[in-house]
């Protein structure tokens, strides 16, 4: 019983230190709603494309967002689970009228 907590304790806190940054948490919410490409992630958060990459990379070595590549775009959504359900609950606390 205690490992199988620890078990889900540890994919939590994986979640969570994603959260802890501002843009990627924006991110992480806007890609709740829907796929998105780095161009649309930028005009969203009014942030660089190279700023939106860095914290693409992140999400995906953490294993919370995939990507389909349709010719010369890369869209990114949030990978189908728990961790999907909990930040759309995040976002309906923290960004209601957040836009997508």
Known sequence: MRQK????AKELS????????????LM????????M??????EELGTSKGNISQ???ILSDRGLIKSRKTGNRVYYSIKQ???KNLI???RKICCPDLKV
């Open 88 to 90: 759309k609950k995040l």
């Open 81 to 83: 689970g728990k961790e």
């Open 28 to 35: 992480l919410c806007l890609l709740s709603e829907k796929e």
């Open 37 to 42: 490409y780095v161009g649309q992630l930028r």
């Open 55 to 57: 914290h693409l990379r």
């Open 5 to 8: 907590c620890f078990e889900a």
């Open 14 to 25: 994986v979640v969570l230190s994603a959260l802890s940054n501002p843009t990627r948490f």
